[in-house]
């Protein structure tokens, strides 16, 4: 189930919500706990219970470090939930490529088991080792009451596509949240626009990005436009649900933290993960960077770690040489611009700094989208060689041209400003008159859209 299908839309999300505001505010955790396991179990029932061990088991390893605290048996429970933890996500989404990999270094026939990847352990399994990193580190108390803690770990409205949400962000509001009309008429605001940026943009945008891949030799322009709308897709995909995540959350009366800002306005590659995907970005900080040394012991042990943390980001992401070799290439640039190219960056005016920045991280998508590396070499060599256009790429850039538009004013903030202008201008009423129907108007589109089964691919749902 995902929060871009009609399923959701028009039978789980209401039943939810309706549950969740009737029962007594003593049971909002355990009824919130019910309805995220069937909305897990809805695609993977097998998989529930590979999800309620987790809990079970990060629960218990949070128990027994508050209580042996300052003695062995808190840093053997934390060892124990970070291996299962860890050896859960080797399991079920690197083995076949691990022993995929030996079989081709030595020739061997070892059997893959061909597990299916379970939904959002990419997301759960970091969540709930935070939890009991945090709690070791004196950064969080343990929870006592395990409804409360399984309510946090199968949370529904960031499960599958994040952003990673650290337990001591929320546990506060595991105990006492206020479900405010304003908190929750913000979230609905939220949900559509994310909605909106899903179903209206990424899905729109990606139809460009599967006319262009589909070519077999394409031209210096085509190459260009399937790229840069895979960027837009991808972005858009993320953010929206990102966004969907964070209305929902605050629906329910919890506040998550934000999970994109406007990254494609960065005018570095340094500049441009601190604004993208910032939960994924500041728990290898936290979690990684920090524990190796960080930016102590020197520059070369500060490099070493960074490219350590890029090393994982990118298998992160996928059981795929691929995404190695991405993590590798932006390991590459940011340590690069540690060493230098930031202070040169910084005597460019700052559209040239921009155009660096998008240039790189345009062509970085040819390694992310392409799990065979050889296909993202030679698309990449289709970007800088080749014929520049023809009939097909010209029609393309018609065709899309207006949508490619559309997609990068969406990617800046002046959608906001001319937002907040029209508030100050019209008035906190007429303001809201105005927020409902754009709203409606957003929801009407994305549910007719979805109505008709057009294309809603979830780009996510792989990592």
Not at 323 to 332: A, N, P
């Amino acid at each position: 189930m995902v929060f871009s299908g009609l399923t959701f839309l028009q039978c789980f999300l209401p039943l939810c919500l309706l549950a969740y505001f009737l029962v007594p505010q003593k049971w909002r955790n355990g009824t919130l706990f019910l309805f995220s396991l069937l909305f897990y179990a809805w695609g993977e029932p097998v998989y529930v219970v590979l999800m309620l061990f987790s809990t079970a088991l990060d629960y218990t390893c949070g128990q027994m470090v508050e209580r042996h605290r300052e003695q062995r048996g808190a840093k053997i429970a934390l060892l124990v939930s970070v291996c299962v933890n860890l050896g859960l996500l080797g399991v079920f989404k690197y083995s076949d490529f691990l022993i995929g990999t030996v079989n081709s270094l030595f020739g061997t026939a070892l059997p893959q088991p061909n597990l299916p990847l379970p939904i959002g352990i990419s997301f759960y399994t970091f969540q709930t080792m935070s939890y009991t990193i945090d709690v070791y580190r004196g950064e969080a108390k343990a929870q006592k009451n395990i409804i409360n803690f399984g309510a946090y770990v199968t949370l529904f409205p960031q499960l599958i596509a994040g952003p990673i949400v650290r337990y001591q962000t929320v546990a506060d509001e595991l105990e006492h949240r206020d479900c405010t009309a304003d908190l929750f008429a913000d979230g609905a605001k939220r949900f559509a626009c994310g909605i909106g940026k899903k179903v209206l943009l990424a899905n729109n945008i990606g139809l460009l990005w599967e006319a262009a891949s589909a070519q077999a030799a394409p031209t210096v322009l085509t190459a260009w436009l399937g790229v840069i709308a895979y960027g837009f897709q991808i972005y858009f995909d993320f953010s929206g649900y990102s966004d969907m995540a964070i209305g929902l959350g605050r629906m329910l009366g919890f506040r998550f933290l934000e999970n994109f800002n406007y990254p494609f306005l960065a005018d570095s590659i340094t500049d441009f993960w601190r604004r993208w995907h910032i939960s994924m970005g500041t728990w290898f900080r936290d979690y990684v960077y920090i524990p190796l040394g960080g930016n102590k012991g020197g520059l070369a042990k500060q490099l070493s770690n960074i490219a350590i943390v890029w090393l994982l980001t990118g298998f992160w992401h996928g059981a795929s040489w691929n995404f190695v070799l991405w993590g590798v290439y932006f390991g590459i640039l940011l340590v690069l611009e540690k060493l230098f190219l930031l202070r040169w960056l910084k005597r460019l005016p700052a559209v040239l700094r921009h155009i660096y920045a998008l240039v790189l991280v345009t062509i970085s998508w040819t390694l992310f989208a392409f799990t065979e590396i050889s296909k993202g070499a030679a698309w990449c060599k289709a970007m800088l060689s080749g014929m520049l256009f023809d009939s097909s790429s010209l029609y393309l850039l018609l065709t899309y041209g207006p949508m490619l538009a559309i997609c990068a004013l969406a990617a800046t903030p002046l959608g906001n400003r001319f937002y907040e202008k029209i508030g100050t201008r019209l008035g906190q009423r007429a303001l809201t008159v105005v927020d409902c129907g754009g709203l409606a108007c957003v929801l009407v589109m994305a549910a007719a859209y979805l109505v008709s089964g057009s294309y809603n691919p979830f780009l996510y749902f792989r990592f």
